[in-house]
């Protein structure tokens, strides 16, 4: 939900690239949770493996554009580093369970 919140504050604003890179954001981090929900359904470990893959590409993805949001002022900080927090622990959970999987095998 924080995400939503956020591309709505950047598409809000008069700045056309808070609305580019709201947009970029907004992707990357709603298909976290979507490949996640299409690994829990994973036809093998293999499967299982390559969608939380993807969710762990897309988390680090939308740090990147966090930063950048960041960076450029487009949100005072302070208001960013619960997502930015969330985001790294999602990443870190994502990763961990891969590590676990992987090493089932």
Same mark, same amino acid.
């Given at each position: 939900?924080? *995400? &939503?919140?956020?591309?709505?504050?950047?598409?809000? #604003?008069?700045?056309?690239?808070?609305?580019?890179?709201? =947009?970029?954001?907004?992707?990357?981090?709603? @298909?976290? #949770? *979507?490949? %996640?929900?299409?690994?829990? @359904?994973?036809? @093998?470990?293999?499967?299982? %493996?390559?969608?939380?893959? &993807? @969710?762990?590409?897309?988390?680090?993805?939308?740090?990147?554009?966090?930063?950048? !949001?960041?960076?450029?002022?487009?949100?005072?900080?302070?208001?960013?580093?619960?997502? !930015?927090?969330?985001?790294?622990?999602?990443? *870190? %959970? !994502?990763?961990?369970? &891969?590590? +676990?999987?992987?090493? +089932? =095998?």
């Amino acid at each position: 939900m924080r *995400a &939503i919140k956020l591309y709505r504050v950047l598409h809000e #604003g008069k700045d056309a690239a808070g609305w580019v890179i709201g =947009k970029q954001f907004l992707r990357s981090a709603i @298909s976290i #949770g *979507a490949n %996640i929900e299409e690994g829990q @359904s994973g036809e @093998s470990n293999a499967d299982f %493996i390559h969608k939380y893959s &993807i @969710s762990q590409k897309e988390a680090r993805e939308s740090l990147y554009w966090l930063r950048l !949001i960041d960076k450029s002022e487009m949100v005072a900080s302070v208001n960013l580093q619960p997502i !930015i927090e969330e985001t790294r622990e999602i990443l *870190a %959970i !994502i990763t961990s369970i &891969i590590v +676990k999987i992987k090493n +089932k =095998k």
